[in-house]
């Protein structure tokens, strides 16, 4: 992604038409790397390791909360537990956290944007 890091990636939001081989297609278009979903747009996200997911890395999550109920993290490959600071820092701002692995994530996003949900996804991209 060039140009202008305060600028989406795609200015709403989109399903996830697949993912793999280090990212996401969605929209007509193929993202390398991590990404981050919100309900206005979708963002470049430099998260790789579950393990650095944190409220700053969560910023743009906190930032449009009031338009958010769930926000769904994809893990990678791997298995995740979120700190307890994270979930209640969340939980603070009315968002409830689930986290699975990158494939279902991608698959609950779907089904939940697809349902007019307010729903938010952090997925971190698989090889």
């Not at 193929?30 to 963002?43: K, T, V």
């Not at 449009?64 to 700190?83: K, R, Y």
Request: hydrophobic share 45%; charged share 20%; aromatic share 8%.
């Amino acid at each position: 992604m060039a140009g202008d890091p305060n600028a989406p990636h795609f200015p709403r939001s989109a399903p996830i038409d697949a993912y793999g081989k280090g990212g996401f297609a969605f929209a007509g278009m193929s993202h390398r790397g991590s990404l981050l979903c919100l309900p206005d747009a979708i963002w470049a996200w430099d998260v790789t390791d579950p393990a650095k997911i944190d409220r700053y890395s969560l910023e743009r999550v906190f930032a449009a909360a009031n338009s958010i109920d769930t926000l769904l993290v994809g893990t990678g490959s791997g298995v995740w537990l979120p700190p307890p600071e994270l979930r209640q820092a969340l939980k603070a701002v009315k968002v409830v956290l689930d986290t699975m692995q990158t494939g279902p994530a991608v698959r609950t996003y779907n089904i939940m944007i697809g349902e007019r949900r307010r729903v938010a996804a952090a997925l971190i991209a698989v090889p």
